[in-house]
């Protein structure tokens, strides 16, 4: 079992810069691939980043590539979300979620999901 906790998110302006922070239980953490997913208000869940449980690999979504950087400390059990360049379509809540399989872009492939953190870009 793994539990997840977001932390990180809150209010910026655009152009500005959030990190956000994924905090997992659970000594098989390492093991997990772990991903990114946002969902705006009337919208529906969408893919942002992926990180594999080695961190050597790693996928994003077009819309965030050359803005966002996931990364991951398997020492501390946290995967983290490096937001710059904010724009207000980035507003959303975001979640991580962890699966035992292979890195995945697909939400129905993670096993685990956090509660999710608000994410607030102003123009």
């Known amino acids: 079992q793994v539990q997840l906790v977001e932390s990180g998110g809150g209010l910026v302006q655009a152009g500005g810069s959030l990190r956000l922070s994924c905090a997992a239980s659970?000594?098989?953490?390492?093991?997990?691939?772990v991903g990114w997913f946002r969902q705006a208000p009337g919208k529906e869940r969408e893919f942002v980043a992926a990180i594999s449980w080695s961190g050597g690999n790693t996928y994003y979504a077009d819309s965030v590539k050359g803005r966002f950087t996931i990364s991951r400390d398997n020492a501390k059990n946290t995967v983290y979300l490096q937001m710059n360049s904010l724009k207000p379509e980035d507003t959303a809540v975001y979640y991580c979620a962890a699966t035992s399989g292979l890195i995945a872009t697909i939400g129905a492939s993670y096993d685990y999901w956090g509660q999710g953190t608000q994410v607030t870009v102003s123009s």
């Open positions: 659970g000594r098989t953490f390492r093991s997990y691939a």
